[in-house]
Protein backbone atom coordinates (compact mmCIF):
# COMPACT_ATOMS: atom_id res chain seq x y z
CA UNK A 1 0.00 0.00 0.00
CA UNK A 2 2.48 2.42 0.79
CA UNK A 3 4.15 1.89 -2.70
CA UNK A 4 0.48 2.45 -4.26
CA UNK A 5 0.54 5.47 -2.24
CA UNK A 6 3.71 6.81 -4.07
CA UNK A 7 2.45 5.92 -7.27
CA UNK A 8 -0.86 7.09 -6.56
CA UNK A 9 1.32 10.70 -5.49
CA UNK A 10 3.52 10.57 -8.62
CA UNK A 11 0.34 10.29 -10.98
CA UNK A 12 -1.49 13.27 -9.53
CA UNK A 13 1.37 15.22 -9.88
CA UNK A 14 1.49 14.32 -13.48
CA UNK A 15 -2.21 15.55 -13.94
CA UNK A 16 -3.50 12.07 -13.64
CA UNK A 17 -6.73 11.28 -10.87
CA UNK A 18 -6.68 8.06 -9.40
CA UNK A 19 -9.63 6.46 -8.60
CA UNK A 20 -8.22 4.04 -5.78
CA UNK A 21 -5.84 2.21 -4.79
CA UNK A 22 -6.83 -1.60 -4.05
CA UNK A 23 -5.02 -4.71 -2.42
CA UNK A 24 -7.39 -7.89 -3.24
CA UNK A 25 -7.87 -8.71 -6.92
CA UNK A 26 -11.89 -8.99 -5.54
CA UNK A 27 -12.01 -5.57 -4.16
CA UNK A 28 -10.48 -4.31 -7.39
CA UNK A 29 -13.29 -5.42 -9.33
CA UNK A 30 -15.52 -4.49 -7.40
CA UNK A 31 -13.88 -0.69 -7.91
CA UNK A 32 -13.85 -0.86 -11.42
CA UNK A 33 -17.92 -1.78 -11.79
CA UNK A 34 -18.43 1.04 -9.95
CA UNK A 35 -16.00 4.17 -11.20
CA UNK A 36 -15.20 3.00 -14.37
CA UNK A 37 -11.60 4.22 -14.68
CA UNK A 38 -9.78 4.59 -18.01
CA UNK A 39 -6.87 2.25 -17.10
CA UNK A 40 -5.56 0.09 -14.60
CA UNK A 41 -1.89 -0.59 -13.25
CA UNK A 42 -2.02 -3.63 -11.87
CA UNK A 43 0.51 -5.77 -9.90
CA UNK A 44 0.58 -9.50 -10.07
CA UNK A 45 1.12 -10.40 -6.32
CA UNK A 46 -2.36 -9.08 -4.44
CA UNK A 47 -3.54 -9.85 -1.27
CA UNK A 48 -6.76 -12.20 -1.77
CA UNK A 49 -7.83 -15.67 -3.53
CA UNK A 50 -7.41 -13.76 -7.15
CA UNK A 51 -3.52 -12.59 -8.18
CA UNK A 52 -3.42 -9.68 -10.43
CA UNK A 53 -3.53 -11.99 -13.47
CA UNK A 54 -6.52 -13.61 -12.14
CA UNK A 55 -8.26 -10.35 -11.15
CA UNK A 56 -6.92 -8.76 -14.62
CA UNK A 57 -9.20 -11.23 -16.26
CA UNK A 58 -12.14 -11.22 -14.34
CA UNK A 59 -11.61 -7.33 -14.40
CA UNK A 60 -11.73 -7.71 -18.74
CA UNK A 61 -14.89 -10.32 -18.99
CA UNK A 62 -16.57 -6.62 -17.38
CA UNK A 63 -14.48 -4.27 -19.23
CA UNK A 64 -11.80 -3.92 -21.86
CA UNK A 65 -9.89 -1.64 -20.01
CA UNK A 66 -5.89 -1.66 -20.80
CA UNK A 67 -4.07 -2.75 -17.96
CA UNK A 68 -0.21 -1.80 -17.51
CA UNK A 69 1.53 -4.47 -15.00
CA UNK A 70 3.80 -3.07 -12.63
CA UNK A 71 5.62 -6.09 -10.66
CA UNK A 72 8.63 -7.63 -9.36
CA UNK A 73 6.64 -11.00 -10.64
CA UNK A 74 8.31 -10.75 -13.74
CA UNK A 75 9.59 -14.28 -14.43
CA UNK A 76 8.48 -16.24 -17.25
CA UNK A 77 5.55 -17.94 -15.87
CA UNK A 78 4.33 -14.58 -14.72
CA UNK A 79 4.76 -13.29 -17.91
CA UNK A 80 3.21 -15.77 -20.02
CA UNK A 81 0.41 -15.92 -17.74
CA UNK A 82 -0.25 -11.86 -17.79
CA UNK A 83 0.29 -12.47 -22.11
CA UNK A 84 -2.91 -13.52 -22.36
CA UNK A 85 -4.45 -10.28 -21.17
CA UNK A 86 -3.06 -8.51 -23.56
CA UNK A 87 -1.54 -5.66 -21.50
CA UNK A 88 -0.39 -2.45 -22.64
CA UNK A 89 2.55 -2.74 -21.08
CA UNK A 90 4.66 -4.72 -18.66
CA UNK A 91 6.82 -3.14 -16.06
CA UNK A 92 9.41 -4.33 -14.10
CA UNK A 93 9.91 -3.11 -10.18
CA UNK A 94 12.30 -1.29 -8.94
CA UNK A 95 10.67 0.78 -11.89
CA UNK A 96 11.84 4.37 -13.23
CA UNK A 97 9.25 7.27 -13.22
CA UNK A 98 9.41 8.13 -16.53
CA UNK A 99 8.98 4.28 -17.59
CA UNK A 100 5.86 4.29 -16.25
CA UNK A 101 4.68 7.78 -17.41
CA UNK A 102 6.08 6.67 -20.98
CA UNK A 103 3.66 3.16 -20.58
CA UNK A 104 0.66 5.81 -19.53
CA UNK A 105 1.17 7.99 -22.44
CA UNK A 106 1.41 5.67 -25.05
CA UNK A 107 -1.81 3.71 -23.59
CA UNK A 108 -3.40 6.51 -23.65
CA UNK A 109 -2.86 7.01 -27.26
CA UNK A 110 -3.38 3.80 -28.43
CA UNK A 111 -6.93 4.92 -26.82
CA UNK A 112 -7.40 7.89 -28.67
CA UNK A 113 -6.77 5.86 -32.51
CA UNK A 114 -9.23 2.78 -31.04
CA UNK A 115 -11.69 5.77 -30.64
CA UNK A 116 -11.77 6.04 -26.99
CA UNK A 117 -11.75 10.28 -27.31
CA UNK A 118 -12.63 11.38 -30.71
CA UNK A 119 -9.49 12.52 -32.37
CA UNK A 120 -10.48 14.93 -34.33
CA UNK A 121 -11.10 17.35 -30.47
CA UNK A 122 -7.61 16.49 -29.63
CA UNK A 123 -5.52 19.40 -30.28
CA UNK A 124 -1.86 18.50 -30.45
CA UNK A 125 -0.34 22.07 -29.79
CA UNK A 126 -0.27 24.35 -26.54
CA UNK A 127 -2.54 27.50 -27.62
CA UNK A 128 -1.94 30.67 -28.16
CA UNK A 129 -3.71 32.90 -25.72
CA UNK A 130 -4.25 36.33 -26.18
CA UNK A 131 -5.84 38.88 -24.07
CA UNK A 132 -9.28 38.57 -25.42
CA UNK A 133 -8.80 35.34 -27.56
CA UNK A 134 -7.11 31.79 -27.97
CA UNK A 135 -5.90 30.06 -30.78
CA UNK A 136 -5.98 26.22 -31.16
CA UNK A 137 -3.93 24.35 -33.81
CA UNK A 138 -6.42 21.91 -35.41
CA UNK A 139 -4.56 19.90 -38.18
CA UNK A 140 -3.20 22.79 -40.78
CA UNK A 141 -5.68 25.08 -39.24
CA UNK A 142 -5.74 27.64 -36.20
CA UNK A 143 -9.16 27.81 -34.58
CA UNK A 144 -9.63 31.12 -32.94
CA UNK A 145 -12.00 31.05 -29.27
CA UNK A 146 -13.01 33.88 -27.63
CA UNK A 147 -12.12 34.52 -23.75
CA UNK A 148 -16.04 35.95 -23.38
CA UNK A 149 -16.85 32.70 -25.10
CA UNK A 150 -15.29 30.46 -22.82
CA UNK A 151 -17.24 28.64 -19.60
CA UNK A 152 -14.81 26.57 -18.14
CA UNK A 153 -11.76 24.10 -18.77
CA UNK A 154 -12.31 20.65 -17.32
CA UNK A 155 -9.38 18.29 -16.77
CA UNK A 156 -8.84 15.08 -18.46
CA UNK A 157 -6.40 13.34 -16.86
CA UNK A 158 -3.57 14.39 -19.05
CA UNK A 159 -5.34 16.73 -21.34
CA UNK A 160 -7.79 19.58 -20.70
CA UNK A 161 -11.25 20.09 -22.28
CA UNK A 162 -12.32 23.55 -22.77
CA UNK A 163 -15.66 24.30 -22.69
CA UNK A 164 -17.54 27.20 -24.48
CA UNK A 165 -19.77 28.56 -26.48
CA UNK A 166 -20.62 25.75 -29.64
CA UNK A 167 -17.57 24.08 -28.97
CA UNK A 168 -15.62 21.76 -26.82
CA UNK A 169 -12.30 20.78 -27.48
CA UNK A 170 -9.49 18.64 -26.20
CA UNK A 171 -5.93 20.01 -25.69
CA UNK A 172 -2.86 17.99 -25.21
CA UNK A 173 -1.90 20.13 -21.77
CA UNK A 174 -3.01 19.56 -17.97
CA UNK A 175 -5.37 21.79 -16.10
CA UNK A 176 -2.21 23.27 -14.43
CA UNK A 177 -0.43 24.45 -17.44
CA UNK A 178 -3.35 26.31 -19.03
CA UNK A 179 -3.82 28.05 -15.66
CA UNK A 180 -0.94 29.36 -15.69
CA UNK A 181 -1.25 30.80 -19.34
CA UNK A 182 -4.53 32.31 -18.62
CA UNK A 183 -5.50 36.31 -18.01
CA UNK A 184 -5.93 36.06 -14.22
CA UNK A 185 -8.66 38.56 -14.30
CA UNK A 186 -10.98 36.71 -15.69
CA UNK A 187 -10.76 32.98 -14.96
CA UNK A 188 -10.02 31.45 -11.38
CA UNK A 189 -8.82 28.02 -10.55
CA UNK A 190 -11.79 26.66 -8.19
CA UNK A 191 -10.94 22.86 -8.01
CA UNK A 192 -8.10 20.66 -8.77
CA UNK A 193 -9.79 19.59 -12.20
CA UNK A 194 -11.91 23.34 -12.98
CA UNK A 195 -11.31 26.59 -14.12
CA UNK A 196 -13.91 28.80 -14.29
CA UNK A 197 -14.47 32.60 -16.20
CA UNK A 198 -15.90 34.43 -13.79
CA UNK A 199 -17.91 36.32 -16.54
CA UNK A 200 -20.24 32.98 -16.83
CA UNK A 201 -20.73 32.17 -12.80
CA UNK A 202 -24.35 31.98 -12.34
CA UNK A 203 -25.33 30.41 -9.26
CA UNK A 204 -22.39 30.21 -6.16
CA UNK A 205 -23.73 27.66 -3.68
CA UNK A 206 -21.54 26.15 -0.22
CA UNK A 207 -19.68 23.41 -2.54
CA UNK A 208 -20.26 24.39 -6.10
CA UNK A 209 -20.67 26.89 -8.73
CA UNK A 210 -23.07 27.14 -11.75
CA UNK A 211 -22.26 27.84 -15.16
CA UNK A 212 -24.33 27.85 -17.87
CA UNK A 213 -26.49 25.24 -16.11
CA UNK A 214 -23.69 23.09 -15.47
CA UNK A 215 -22.99 22.35 -11.81
CA UNK A 216 -18.99 22.39 -11.17
CA UNK A 217 -17.28 21.44 -7.86
CA UNK A 218 -15.55 23.91 -5.53
CA UNK A 219 -13.28 23.44 -3.07
CA UNK A 220 -14.56 24.95 0.27
CA UNK A 221 -10.92 26.56 0.61
CA UNK A 222 -11.99 28.72 -2.56
CA UNK A 223 -15.15 29.87 -1.79
CA UNK A 224 -14.21 33.42 -0.06
CA UNK A 225 -11.50 33.46 -2.76
CA UNK A 226 -14.56 33.63 -6.01
CA UNK A 227 -16.57 35.76 -3.50
CA UNK A 228 -14.04 38.07 -3.74
CA UNK A 229 -12.72 37.70 -6.96
CA UNK A 230 -16.60 38.28 -8.41
CA UNK A 231 -17.37 41.61 -5.94
CA UNK A 232 -14.32 43.58 -8.55
CA UNK A 233 -14.76 41.95 -11.62
Known sequence: MIIGANISLQLSKLGYEVTGIISKGEDALNHVLQNHPDMIIMDIQLKGKMDGVDTALAIQRESPLPIIYLTANSDDEHFKRAKDTNPS????????????????????????KNGGKKTADVLCESPYIQSESIFVRKNERMIKILIDDIYYFEADRNYCKVHAKNRECLLVMTLKEIDEKLPK?????????????????????????????????????????????????
Not at 94 to 100: S, Y
Not at 187 to 199: D, G
Not at 210 to 233: G, W, Y
Open 185 to 233: ENFLRIHRSYIVNLSHVDEVAGSHVVIHKKAIPMSKNLRNELLNRLQTF
Open 89 to 112: AFISKPFKKLDLQHAIELTIDRIL
